[in-house]
């Protein structure tokens, strides 16, 4: 199968307003972390980064899938991954430094619409939007996507969790020779659940080694 070669350069404008909103986000930290010098430096060097990043992006079905936006956003933090390696920072001490930037793009949004959010993500209506996207991971169109199963709760018609059996961001990441980051991004889901008001359980992840994601969710 073709898969268009063009989708991310013909939104690369988007993308890099994006992409700069993110790492403006993050500059306080890095300068408290790393000093003014190096925060902007790793900023003006994530750009460039980005930039030959968005021609290799996975292909994923483009706004028809909810993960595409999931994909550029770590996109966006691959690229300061890679400067922040040139400068010799040790893989674990940047992901505690994209946890906190994780951190900071939740906190621009009110408590009160993240759990609107959360009750939406767990509601009966989204179990049936979820089991639609199930069915069609599963059929693997594009080798670079998410595949999913769901898991129902004790009534059958809502969401009690999700099986990852493939990850579009371990994919692409060890595409990208940065495998050894993408155990950190796998934290990133216990802010963000929580932060919907979402209790998250989870045993393994196939970043960790494991054969899936087991995502469970309770409200």
């Known amino acids: 199968m073709n898969l268009p070669t063009d989708y991310y350069t013909k939104r690369q404008r988007k993308l890099l307003k994006n992409h700069r909103r993110m790492m403006l986000l993050g500059k306080p930290l890095m300068q408290?972390?790393?000093?003014?010098?190096?925060?902007?430096?790793?900023?003006?060097?994530?750009?460039?980064?980005?930039?030959?990043?968005?021609?290799?992006?996975?292909y994923i079905g483009g706004s028809a899938n909810s993960m595409t936006d999931t994909l550029v956003?770590?996109?966006?933090?691959l690229a300061l991954y890679r400067v922040l390696?040139?400068?010799?920072?040790?893989?674990?001490?940047?992901?505690?430094?994209?946890?906190?930037?994780?951190?900071?793009q939740v906190n621009r949004f009110p408590k009160i619409l993240r759990h609107l959010i959360g009750r939406f993500y767990l509601s009966r209506w989204n179990f049936r939007r979820l089991q639609k996207k199930a069915a069609v991971s599963q059929k693997r169109q594009?080798?670079?996507?998410?595949?999913?199963?769901?898991?129902?709760?004790?009534?059958?018609?809502?969401?009690?969790?999700?099986?990852?059996?493939?990850?579009?961001?371990?994919?692409?990441?060890?595409?990208?020779?940065?495998?050894?980051?993408?155990?950190?991004?796998?934290?990133?889901?216990?802010?963000?659940?929580?932060?919907?008001?979402?209790?998250l359980s989870r045993t393994g992840t196939i970043a960790q080694g494991c054969t899936h994601c087991d995502f469970r969710f309770k409200q």
């Not at 969401?159 to 990133?188: D, S, W």
């Open 73 to 77: 956003e770590m996109t966006s933090l």
């Open 142 to 199: 594009y080798p670079g996507d998410f595949v999913i199963e769901l898991v129902p709760s004790q009534d059958s018609q809502s969401l009690q969790g999700i099986n990852y059996l493939e990850c579009g961001i371990v994919k692409f990441f060890a595409q990208q020779e940065a495998a050894e980051l993408t155990p950190h991004m796998c934290r990133i889901d216990f802010l963000l659940f929580p932060a919907m008001g979402i209790q």
């Open 32 to 58: 408290a972390r790393y000093g003014q010098q190096l925060a902007e430096t790793a900023v003006t060097e994530s750009i460039p980064e980005f930039e030959q990043l968005i021609l290799h992006i996975s």
């Open 85 to 104: 390696k040139r400068e010799g920072k040790p893989v674990a001490e940047i992901g505690d430094l994209f946890y906190e930037i994780a951190q900071a």
